[in-house]
């Protein structure tokens, strides 16, 4: 009778355990999930003020730190039951058991800073600007098509393809081209090779409806780098106006001038497609001179692109040849997508809101406050950092194609 009661109490006591360890790998998993959360990426850098992620710092340690904490009351406990289990089964007295060492965790990250090292062994710091692949960082979600890859962002002077730029550097990429009219470009290259510790961003000044231009700009990339295998082509430009206008004075309509219209199809229409077609041109070109030629899963991505679509493009008063070209940009990238998967290339656009950028504080203050800020759910404008982290989203996660739209929850009256 009494062996029957030993054998059940083992018994409740092993499955009980086996929760616990449950348990303590879902934390473990959440650790690190947690920590690819607040830190993009985990790519080889260090930490420090000058980066856009020194401000999470404190919320990344506290939380960090509530899990170990949490960690180990599950090992303690995994303790006591192995103790209990072995003093039943094998009448092994609960004082012969050493109980696990408990190294006292920091309270606060301000402690945690100035607390002494414990001696077990820590993980090493990935040396700021090493290669991700040959410092052996993990696959961590995020990363996944970034990692080493060169990339190719027009529009990157400031606003999203800035915030976007910054963001493929961060994750790990071997270099990004960044591509702009501006010469301030060259500027914001430096200062994201300052920030990452590595020469990983290159300015390009020129004008991206110049076909030419664009064609250097790929050729440097293959010649320093590799071959492309990444492009957002974020430029464009808005002249917004009515297309029918009554002049007060003359009775007459004036029409949205036809210049204007190719302008801005040209910059936000046109010339994003050829950027990217250069991209998948390239890559197919490598492919055949590998022998290679329809594209195998097995294979692995070989390029994604992301066009930057607009919620204009559902019609917005005031913005004819904006909405237009955003649209099409919808029918290009599901067409792209079907021709260039065939070299392994994935296509997709991403429809921002209204994002805090030179091109929406051109509208005003007092016409955001009117006429965008009440119609969005978050009733703020959407920080390009957001925009940026969609989009990296878009070229880690091969399983998502299409249209993503980022909008904030904005939906504006009829």
């Not at 180990?72 to 039943?88: W, Y």
């Not at 002049?247 to 229409?269: C, H, I, M, S, W």
């Amino acid at each position: 009778m009494l062996n029957k009661l030993k054998g059940t109490a083992v018994g409740e006591l092993f499955r009980d355990a086996c929760k616990l360890g449950e348990e303590n790998l879902k934390l473990q998993k959440d650790i690190v999930v947690g920590w690819s959360r607040l830190w993009p990426g985990l790519s080889g850098r260090v930490q420090t003020t000058s980066t856009p992620f020194a401000e999470v710092r404190g919320v990344w340690s506290e939380t960090v730190q509530n899990l170990a904490h949490k960690q180990r009351e599950l090992v303690n406990k995994q303790f006591e039951f192995a103790r209990k289990t072995l003093d039943l089964a094998f009448g092994v007295a609960g004082n012969e058991l050493t109980p696990p060492v408990k190294a006292e965790l920091p309270a606060t990250p301000e402690a945690a800073e100035k607390s002494p090292p414990v001696s077990e062994p820590a993980i090493e710091p990935q040396v700021r600007g090493a290669s991700p692949v040959e410092s052996g960082r993990p696959y961590i979600s995020g990363t996944q098509n970034i990692v080493n890859k060169i990339a190719v962002v027009t529009g990157a002077a400031s606003g999203i393809g800035e915030a976007v730029s910054r963001e493929l550097a961060h994750r790990g990429a071997k270099a990004v081209m960044l591509v702009d009219r501006s010469d301030q470009v060259v500027a914001l290259a430096n200062a994201i090779n300052e920030e990452e510790g590595r020469t990983v961003a290159i300015g390009q000044v020129g004008d991206t409806t110049d076909a030419a231009f664009r064609k250097r700009v790929f050729n440097e990339a293959v010649e320093r780098y590799g071959i492309v295998s990444i492009c957002v082509p974020a430029a464009g430009i808005t002249r917004d106006a009515l297309s029918v206008r009554i002049d007060k004075e003359t009775g007459k309509a004036d029409l949205y001038p036809v210049e204007t219209f190719r302008q801005v199809t040209e910059v936000n229409l046109i010339a994003p497609i050829y950027w990217a077609i250069e991209m998948i041109a390239r890559i197919a070109e490598d492919r055949r001179e590998r022998g290679l030629k329809r594209w195998e899963p097995e294979e692995k991505i070989q390029g994604a692109i992301v066009f930057l679509g607009s919620v204009s493009s559902q019609g917005n008063k005031g913005q004819i040849s904006y909405a237009v070209a955003k649209a099409g940009l919808e029918g290009a990238a599901a067409t792209l997508m079907k021709e260039a998967i065939f070299h392994g290339v994935r296509c997709g656009v991403i429809h921002p809101g209204f994002t805090d950028t030179p091109m929406a504080k051109a509208l005003g203050s007092d016409f955001l406050e009117k006429y965008v800020l009440p119609y969005t759910q978050l009733r703020r404008l959407i920080r390009p950092e957001e925009i940026a982290d969609a989009i990296c989203f878009m070229i880690s996660n091969s399983a998502v194609s299409g249209e993503l739209w980022a909008d904030a929850g904005w939906h504006p009256p009829a």
